[in-house]
């Protein structure tokens, strides 16, 4: 455990060195101000252009009801379209900037010298997943909390109470299952960007999916599927979150065989 926790500190240090976490925080801040001004404001920019070139709309009233769908002006449905815009764009970039992380750095040379003092490669990778899954992680949870005391303060807060703490958790742990098994993943592909192509797929394609069928609630995609409706039901989050731990554990024990016959480069 001790050595577990000395990696762990070399691995917060470089994503704090590498101001990883504030790109991180800095990308969940753009997808929430943008979800929240063009809520507030795109609507009205729609209804001035309808007045000053009314000729422009055929139909405004199908356009208001699409506008309706795409910037929701209530609570609830709001926190749905921030959780969607996180589970795709969010996980897009924590996919690009982990998917070559262990491949680069035993590449780079950076494994000589912790494996040269005794630290094993299990440990390395292990520090890595858990490291960079919390980090990119525990913003998700605070901003998803953030949001919603913004856009209570904003939006039509009726039908909805509370703090929205059961889809804040189901999206970090959807978050940080993604990243590491990009992490997983790139060491078992030969080339890890397929890694993260692969983990991108999986996550615009299955939630969609595998909601279609009632056996989709038993898929750790249904993490993103529970934050993204804004259910209630924690009944339903057991299941994928010890598939995800499973699925995890299992990457992990092949990741860590195929470690063992990677060369570090001098």
């Keep these: 455990m001790k050595t577990i926790i000395f ?6 240090k470089e994503i704090l060195r590498g101001r990883k976490n504030i790109y991180f925080s800095l990308t969940l801040f753009a997808l929430g101000a943008m979800v929240i001004l063009t809520t507030l404001y795109f609507p009205l920019l729609i209804d ?3 007045k000053k070139a009314p ?3 055929s139909d405004s009233k199908s356009l208001d009801e699409m506008m309706g769908n795409l910037f929701p002006n209530n609570v609830k449905e709001s926190l749905g379209i921030w959780a969607s815009d996180v589970g795709v764009f969010y996980t897009i970039v924590i996919t690009l900037m982990t998917h070559s992380l262990v491949p680069d750095e035993m590449k780079k040379g950076i494994w000589i010298m912790p494996l040269s003092v005794g630290y ?3 440990e390395l990778l292990l520090s890595k997943c858990l490291v960079y899954a919390l980090s990119a992680a525990f913003p998700v949870f605070i901003l998803t909390n953030v949001y919603y005391i913004v856009a209570s303060t904003l939006l039509n807060g009726e039908g909805y109470s509370g703090f929205p703490i059961l ?3 189901s999206l970090s742990l959807a978050i940080a299952g993604i990243v590491v098994l990009t992490i997983l993943l790139s060491t078992l592909y ?4 397929t890694a993260a192509v692969t983990m991108i797929v999986i996550i615009l394609v299955g939630p969609d999916v595998l909601s279609l069928f009632s056996f989709g609630k038993f898929f750790p995609t249904h993490l993103l599927t529970f934050a993204y409706t804004m259910s209630n039901d924690i009944s339903s989050l057991f299941i994928p979150t010890i598939g995800l731990v499973v699925l995890c554990i299992v990457l992990f024990f092949f990741s860590s065989k195929r470690l063992m016959n990677m060369e570090v480069s001098r």
């Design 48 to 50: 001035a252009l309808g």
């Design 120 to 122: 094993d490669r299990k």
């Design 7 to 12: 990696i762990a500190r070399k691995d917060l």
């Design 167 to 169: 889809q804040s958790l």
């Design 55 to 57: 000729e422009m709309i």
């Design 190 to 193: 030969k080339h890890s960007i």
